[in-house]
Nanobody, 116 residues
Framework: QLRLVESGGASVKTGESLKLTCVAS????????LRWYRQIPGKERESVAS????????HYADFVKGRFIISRDNLKMSLFLQMNDLTPDDTAMYYC?????????WGRGTQVTVSS
C-alpha cells in the first residue's frame, strides 16, 4: 500500500522553528515531484513549497520565502520542511504531496499551531 505520513507538527510560539517530515512507504520518492501544502479551516489548500525530481529545483510561495526550506532524501524516502521564524499566520494543517505523471498521493497532514 502506498502511503505518505507526515510528522513534526506542534504548537509553538511566534519566532520559533519546526521541522516537518514526510515519509513514504510502499514506493520510492526519487522520481516524484514533491510539495508541501497547507490548509486553514474554511480556506482552500495552498502550495507552500515544491522540490522537483529531476532538477532538484525548489520553489516557494511568497509568504514563506526566506523562512522555510524544503529538502528531500530519496534514500530515506523522505521529504522535509524546515520552518523558521513562524508566525500565527502559519497556523494550518500541513500536507505532503507527491506527483509523477498522472499519479499523485497525499498524506493526512500534520497540524502546526503558532501562538503569539
Amino acid at each position: 500500500q502506498l502511503r505518505l505520513v507526515e510528522s513534526g507538527g506542534a504548537s509553538v510560539k511566534t519566532g520559533e522553528s519546526l521541522k516537518l517530515t514526510c515519509v513514504a512507504s510502499g514506493f520510492g520518492l526519487s522520481n516524484f515531484d514533491l510539495r508541501w501544502y497547507r490548509q486553514i479551516p474554511g480556506k482552500e489548500r495552498e502550495s507552500v513549497a515544491s522540490i522537483f525530481s529531476v532538477t532538484g529545483y525548489t520553489h516557494y510561495a511568497d509568504f514563506v520565502k526566506g523562512r522555510f526550506i524544503i529538502s528531500r532524501d530519496n534514500l530515506k524516502m523522505s521529504l522535509f520542511l524546515q520552518m523558521n521564524d513562524l508566525t500565527p499566520d502559519d497556523t494550518a494543517m500541513y500536507y505532503c504531496h507527491a506527483r509523477r505523471d498522472n499519479n499523485e498521493y497525499w498524506g493526512r497532514g500534520t497540524q502546526v499551531t503558532v501562538s503569539s
